[in-house]
């Protein structure tokens, strides 16, 4: 790279040039759009260097365990430059999200050392961290030798770094003042409508306002437009199919999992909101949702939203964003909306999912792990995978600030940041944590399989979920 080019990405880098400079500087000098992107890795990773000795691991290996995902690309776009940075050398192992939680589990129960660092969600924590199975990061992050001082811990969304948070005791609220930093978040999804734009025009229907209207418009989508169906959600028997849609609009209907009375835990799910929200729940998907509804899992609910085949998806904001922005069939005809499911509600309460990093404690190699970690989740990392690649929802704040960011939503994805916007102010993890979480919430799954195959009706089968949960949790000491 010759001095000319090494000073103008610094330059952006220092701040002293705008992103439409540097693009127009870099065009003249013949630099495409791939050239630049590199180029600004390398410059970031530089800046990175400045201040901190990112090289004290240097000649050692990290392996990791990785979901297959597209925030998992945007990564290893760039893991390059984190092996010149960094010294160390990085292998990997990827696996699809129906096989990956269960060989985290096996890896981390058996306490074995062939993987040292992963992704997870927050929920994992529940039962990974309490079990001693996780490092807790304070450690690394409270300590100055082993943080740079440019990391800047505070420009991490606040509510994603407590939801990475807990003290172990069931009921006890993410990120209290006995919490230990279980995972660091590195990007989320919140949950919304994302809609064929094209298929609406044909019906002559607006994006729905809230649950009951999202039925009769389904419904009425799919009478209008031939071979499709009117709205995907997951439906498999997993605990993956009550945290997207399903548990963002029982908030919305004041429905909960639990209660915590006298400290502790009672089961929720029977409550008048939850059943008044399952029935209409329970209604759309027989109305209209797919034929193999127990099949879908997040793939499904995507591809078909991609492929034409659903009119709609009430899930995560980001899924339809890929859709968007892949190679797909309604590529630019995806349009975003907040969604309030309660009619008597103005403001989106969706749950959230946050794609997290950890460090396996069996691990030989923390303080290697916890650089890669650290750079995963640094402002620089952060922006080029939000602005060059699909880290769609990031986890910093500076870079939902950053105009660039801004600029490419605004412009490729219509309506994603007023969605967004609509939706964050009431976003968080609305489950109570505790470590049956995986038993309790795919036992939820399958009693609304069988609502929907008529099996059992809501009432009864709510009454019998609850009487379940709290049977599992006396058995398991967590209640007497």
């Known amino acids: 790279m010759t001095d000319k080019k090494t000073g103008l990405f610094s330059d952006y880098i220092a701040g002293r040039i705008s992103r439409r400079e540097l693009m127009t500087r870099a065009g003249k000098l013949g630099l495409g759009a791939a050239a630049i992107g590199t180029m600004l890795g390398g410059a970031q990773t530089r800046a990175m260097a400045a201040n901190f000795d990112w090289q004290k691991e240097k000649g050692k290996a990290i392996k990791l365990l990785l979901n297959k995902h597209p925030y998992t690309n945007s990564l290893l776009m760039q893991i390059e430059n984190f092996k010149a940075l960094t010294g160390l050398a990085v292998t990997w192992d990827i696996f699809p999200e129906d096989v990956y939680f269960d060989k985290v589990t096996t890896a981390l129960s058996s306490k074995s050392t062939g993987y040292d660092a992963f992704m997870t969600g927050a929920y994992q924590t529940w039962q990974y961290g309490p079990a001693g199975w996780l490092v807790d990061l304070n450690e690394f992050i409270k300590d100055p030798a082993a943080t740079s001082p440019d990391w800047n811990v505070g420009d991490i969304l606040p509510g994603l770094l407590h939801s990475d948070a807990w003290s172990g005791v069931p009921g006890e609220p993410l990120g209290g003042p006995n919490a230990k930093q279980w995972a660091l978040p590195w990007g989320f999804e919140l949950n919304s409508i994302a809609y064929n734009k094209r298929m609406f025009d044909q ?55 639990f209660t915590v009375e006298n400290g502790k835990l009672k089961s929720a799910v029977n409550s008048p909101q939850c059943k008044a929200f399952t029935k209409l729940w329970v209604d759309m998907i027989q109305k209209a949702g797919p034929k193999n509804w127990t099949n879908y899992t997040w793939y499904e609910v995507g591809s078909d939203l991609g492929a034409g085949t659903s009119a709609m998806i009430f899930d995560a904001d980001i899924l339809g964003f890929f859709q968007q922005s892949g190679d797909t069939k309604e590529k630019g005809n995806i349009g975003f909306e907040g969604f309030a499911a309660n009619p008597d509600k103005k403001e989106p309460t969706p749950n959230v999912w946050i794609w997290s990093l950890a460090i396996n404690a069996a691990s030989n190699n923390k ?70 979480f995986f038993n309790l919430t795919t036992d939820w799954a399958a009693s609304l399989q069988k609502m929907y195959a008529k099996e059992v009706g809501v009432d009864e089968g709510l009454d019998q979920l609850a009487e379940n949960v709290m049977k599992q949790l006396t058995d398991a000491g967590i209640v007497q």
């Open 367 to 436: 303080s290697a792990a916890w650089l890669f970690l650290q750079w995963a989740a640094a402002t620089q990392q952060c922006l080029f995978a939000a602005t060059k690649a699909d880290l769609v929802d990031p986890v910093r704040q500076s870079v939902w600030d950053d105009k660039g960011f801004q600029t490419r939503l605004n412009d490729k994805f219509a309506g994603y940041l007023e969605q967004y916007k609509a939706s964050a102010p009431g976003s968080k993890i609305y489950f109570t944590p505790q470590p049956l």
């Open 203 to 257: 019906a002559k229907i607006e994006p729905p306002k809230n649950l009951p209207d999202l039925i009769e418009k389904a419904v009425k989508v799919q009478t209008d437009v031939k071979g499709i169906y009117g709205v995907g959600v997951r439906g498999s028997r997993s605990w993956a199919t009550i945290h997207p849609g399903y548990l963002s609009g029982l908030t919305s209907y004041g429905g909960a999992d």
